[in-house]
């Protein structure tokens, strides 16, 4: 059997949220999303919902310049990293990738295409492509948990 595939429609930034809120809620720990999509696809926008149905109250930015940003909550952690700026396994090892995914939180990971050899097998892709200003086409891939989102 493939992995899920489900693909979605958000016609603004609120929506691309409310997808990522109701993907935030499916989440157990232990997961890795690799984003897929351009400057200004919605990859951080839709990273704040996920962070808003975790239950984690942080104001999500772009990890740009740290690398990673660590969002804390009562329950699961979120690791959100920025791999714009990485190429090869020397340098993601100093971004402590490898480490986080040991910690057993939710790692997000914008420009995964840079790191994509050293993901694991079981990674959540959600491709964002950008429609227009507002409009966004999401397709996740993988993560059974996800099968009921957008029905």
Do not use: Q
């Amino acid at each position: 059997m493939g992995a899920l595939k489900k693909v979605l429609r958000a016609a603004s930034p609120e929506e691309t949220i409310e997808l990522g809120k109701r993907i935030g809620a499916c989440l157990k720990g232990g997961e890795v999303i690799a984003f897929r999509g351009g400057l200004g696809a919605g990859k951080t926008t839709i990273t704040r919902g996920i962070a808003m149905g975790m239950g984690l109250e942080d104001n999500v930015s772009s990890p740009t310049f740290a690398l990673v940003n660590e969002y804390h909550g009562e329950g699961l952690s979120l690791y959100h990293f920025d791999m714009y700026r990485i190429s090869g396994e020397e340098a993601l090892e100093t971004t402590g990738f490898f480490d986080y995914m040991e910690e057993g939180g939710v790692i997000a990971v914008e420009w995964s295409e840079n790191i994509s050899e050293f993901l694991p097998d079981d990674v959540i892709f959600i491709d964002i492509e950008r429609i227009s200003d507002e409009e966004r086409l999401i397709t996740i891939t993988g993560g059974e948990n996800f099968a009921d989102i957008g029905d």
